[in-house]
Structure formats: structure tokens, C-alpha cells
């Protein structure tokens, strides 16, 4: 199963992450504004 992975910055570094997974840090940020 492929895996489709995004580039999410953590920690200044880019790190190939799961669409899914991005998707939640991204909506956790924005909630946490």
C-alpha cells in the first residue's frame, strides 16, 4: 500500500508525512491559534 506523503515542516525540517497525519497537525494548529 503507497503511502501518499506530503512534506510537513517539524522542527525547521521537511519530513515526508502521510496525507492523513498532515492533515490533523495542520487542523491541531490551526485550532491551537
Known amino acids: 500500500m503507497a503511502e ?3 512534506p510537513v ?3 525547521g525540517v521537511l519530513t515526508p508525512t502521510p496525507r492523513e497525519l ?7 494548529e490551526s485550532i491551537q491559534q
Open 22 to 28: 498532515a492533515g490533523l497537525l495542520f487542523f491541531l
Open 4 to 6: 501518499d506523503l506530503v
Open 9 to 11: 515542516e517539524i522542527e
